[in-house]
């Protein structure tokens, strides 16, 4: 290895956080400041896929031992198990707090009660559209 760089992949808008080559080191998973997850195909340098669903920068990527999955977190305080083949989110992991408790039909909470609320993970129905 000469430590020449041999190729250079642009796509994300802002800073980059994490990298990971897949098993095989056919393809490379990057996250970064811009909320996305992209693939890209080593040989040719070509974009093949951008994962979008964090609500915050993504500071780690990882494939999984078969290459089949990427599990992403991120800043929101979630984790996603996306699908490498399809980009279709398989599966969020939300350990915050109030993770999932849907706070639509609760009465009596100040707007400041609710913002905290949704900062711990709750969220409200017209949240999800």
Known sequence: MSGELTRTFEGHRIIVWSVVFSPDGGQIASGGADRTVKLWD???GELTRTLEGHGDIIRSVVFSPDGRQIASGSDDGMIRIWHV???EC???IDDRLCGG???TAVKGLTKAQRTTLKAY???????TE
């Open 42 to 44: 080593v040989s040719s």
């Open 121 to 127: 993970g709750a969220f409200e129905e017209e949240d």
């Open 85 to 87: 083949a399809t980009g």
């Open 101 to 103: 408790l849907n706070i």
């Open 90 to 92: 398989l599966h969020i």
